[in-house]
């Protein structure tokens, strides 16, 4: 392999990225760095191989390295890997099949609440034999029935809605995450399923499998320390493998009959596309993923109640989907990761320095307009106070100059 | 034994008589065309044949076993497909995908395979481009596989309407308005097509079709419909001296200059 300019450059910024971290281990605007130098790597023209190795580097060895300097920035990449799932599974329902979702959530919070009925004490308040909560091994086989069960929920809210189009099914698809809020909200009575309002705690963690491993080799760590790099290597791998499947699907017959469905309806039903089962397939799909990453949550939470899933959520994936790009696997990534991190770090981090400028009591004096107190400047500027009314700009410019979204889909080379 | 044949196929919209007991039997080997006057069902007997519409009496078998009541994907999969009058491509999509959807009755993946992206899944896949690939060719579109559709010029797309149509792998071939809008030269380069698909692509052709000299240059059978009732049928020669057909062109009337000369 020849090690061109481009490599050197690429692998520079990743090292140079990661250093910045480690020296300036609180600083909000040095692991944003870290985090674009995947963006870098998928921009470089460089193969294939190359950059997986690297992207590979960056998400396995440095970004846990970086979380053992400061934890806060793993639970932001767990944050963000349950996004991009999120993301991803809506991507297929509107970006593919162009199905408009308003209530995505409802699926994530169908698998939230399986794990968290169950692996909780829970359960025991409408099953007799007081066998709750269910042991922490049983977590990864309810992460695969959340699948079969995310599957179902996702083909049944579709059998009465497939004759709907456009608008008509955003309106139900809300309808139908509102019901599953107002169920969650209200299941405490008279038998109590969901707990109500108060939410589930404490929900089981994953098994730690892995401890007598760790101490074999001479790791000797509390789980408290353990649990947030366990739940980051969970969601990164549930994240490679919707990645994995999202992109076998899309260039198979079963994508193009979803993107020809996306297209026009007519026209694929007279190509032979049987329009009402893919539909299902799809909508089955992109659910089975919210539903996975839902028992994700919960196990990482501890505590979950309705709160966690409202209106709001599904709007917020949404826009992720729609920013990144709709139909685009990428665009979906990149749409997630730069929403949770303007909700997480950007603009928290900006309040952080407002804050600090305002404490330092500096007054500045600028000619014509007089001395400018900064101690003065109110609290409703932090930008933490404002962060719908900035996202909300972020649509509106996107949709005037960019609708297509930032990495729309590409051309299916064959 | 025809191939396709239509018994008294009717349909009302409100109080609209579509079309009205309709008769069109179509024999292997054979280009028929269906002709009529603007309004006259001709179009509507397309969308009733392929499942879009459901008829409401009449029966239509095709190669001994009866269409009706079928959805339009399973009609696709019996052997009939399709072009669309106003051109209905997958527009964010590449002139090869498009293709490769026609294909989707003809490939046998299923869910797992595709994910496991199992031995069987790649080699359709291979074999699928391959064949989209030489229906490309043969509508003339090399060189334009990886282009969106929708950027493709107004003649492309029609081409492309029917490579996709034929990637269904039919029996019967519908064409609806193929030339339209197209030049002589265009045209006449289309009919050469369609003259060469015939025993080697598909069995049999009904197309809807105003250009005259086309419908004159290819067909062995002409259909005449006006007010969803079947007026003519015929050799092309006969047709066009019908004096029904005259009359549902051209109106009843006397014509002032034979009068006076």
Known sequence: MKVGLAHLAVATYVIASAALVFVFSQSVLAFLFFEASLLVIYYASIEQNTKVCLSALVLLVLLPLLGSVNGYFLEIAIQIAIFVILALGLNIVVGFVGLLNLGFVAFYAIGAYLWAIFGSPQANQFLPGNLFPLASGWFFPFLILSVGVGAFTGALLGLPVLRLRGDYLAVVTLGFAEVVRALVNNFDRPINITNGPRGITPIEKPPLFFQPLLEFIGLKAEPAVIYPFYFYFIALLIVMLTVLISRRLEDSRIGRAWKAIREDEIAAAAMGIPVVRMKLLGLAVGASFASAVGVLFAAKQVFINPESFTFMESIGVLAMVILGGMGSIPGAILGATGVTILNLQLLKGLSLWLNSVRQSGIVLSIPLLGNLDLSQIPAQFEPAKYERMVFGLILILMMAFRPQGVLPPRKRGH | ?261
Not at chain 2, 73 to 84: E, N, Q
Not at chain 2, 196 to 212: F, K, P, S, T
Request: charged share 25%.
């Open chain 2, 1 to 261: 034994m025809a191939l396709l044949e239509l018994r008294g196929v009717s349909k009302r919209f409100g109080g609209l008589q579509a079309l009205n007991r309709v008769d069109l039997t179509l024999e292997d080997g054979m280009i028929a065309a269906l002709i009529g006057p603007n309004g006259a069902g001709k179009t509507t007997l397309f969308h009733t044949l392929t499942g879009i519409y459901r008829l409401d009496e009449g029966e239509i078998h095709f190669g001994g076993r009866s269409l009706v009541g079928l959805k339009p994907d399973k009609i696709t999969g019996a052997g009939i497909s399709r072009t669309f009058q106003n051109i209905r491509l997958f527009a964010r999509m590449t002139v090869l995908e498009n293709v490769l959807v026609g294909m989707h009755c003809r490939i046998r993946t299923n869910l797992w395979g595709t994910l496991l992206q199992s031995e069987g899944f790649r080699h359709q896949e291979i074999d699928a481009s391959r064949k989209a690939m030489e229906l490309v060719d043969l509508t003339g579109l090399r060189g334009k596989e990886n282009e969106w559709a929708h950027q493709l010029s107004y003649g492309e797309q029609r081409r492309l309407e029917i490579a996709r149509a034929l990637a269904a792998d039919p029996k019967v071939l519908l064409l609806d308005e193929p030339t339209a809008g197209m030049n002589t030269t265009e045209a006449r380069s289309l009919m050469m097509l369609f003259k060469d698909l015939i025993g080697r692509y598909v069995q049999a052709m009904l197309l809807i079709e105003h250009n005259m000299r086309v419908v004159m240059g290819i067909s062995d059978r002409v259909h005449v419909l006006d007010y969803g009732e079947k007026i003519a049928e015929g050799h092309p020669d006969e047709v066009r001296r019908d004096p029904r057909v005259i009359e549902a062109y051209l109106g009843r009337g006397t014509w002032v200059g034979d009068a006076q000369s």
